[in-house]
């Protein structure tokens, strides 16, 4: 049976869609990684109950994750409380300034639910750079090879 990765990210920029598309991109390159994207506005419970790891993206925003990750969160929190416990995530912040107050946001929410980093989150920081879409691509790939592999 294949793995469930599900990608919830922010994308309200043409530069924004680059990453969560980059991160998609990386992650089907693993066959035996079933790979969902859906907008943090249209995200659930369900979506994550369903899922085998996550991937999480947001903008950086007055030093913040966006609104609408928040909004998944505020909706999501007590449904998945102590039912999803040790899930693998990764995070990737399109901050303007230096994303660690969008990094702390997330983390402590995520701490709180008990799920699990598997890497460091990536900051995609300070003016555009094409690099950041690599970034995020093997991301993709990464969570996805690790999914298929059983490492998470």
Not at 93 to 121: F, K
Request: charged share 20%; with cysteine; proline share 5%.
């Amino acid at each position: 049976m294949a793995k469930r990765l599900l990608i919830v990210a922010h994308a309200p920029s043409d530069n924004t869609r680059a990453l969560r598309d980059a991160a998609e991109r990386g992650a089907l390159g693993e066959t035996d990684v079933e790979v969902r994207v859906v907008a943090p506005l249209q995200a659930g419970p369900d979506d994550v109950l369903t899922a085998n790891a996550v991937i999480l993206g947001t903008t950086e925003n007055l030093g913040y994750m966006s609104g609408a990750l928040k909004d998944f969160f505020d909706r999501s929190y007590n449904p998945l409380l102590e039912r999803t416990q040790g899930l693998p995530y990764a995070l990737y912040v399109r901050a303007g300034s230096d994303g660690t107050g969008t990094r702390r946001g997330v983390e402590t929410i995520v701490t709180g639910l008990r799920w699990r980093a598997v890497q460091e989150p990536l900051l995609c920081k300070g003016p555009w750079q094409p690099a950041f879409t690599q970034q995020c691509e093997e991301l993709g790939a990464a969570m996805a090879a690790g999914l298929a592999a059983g490492i998470f």
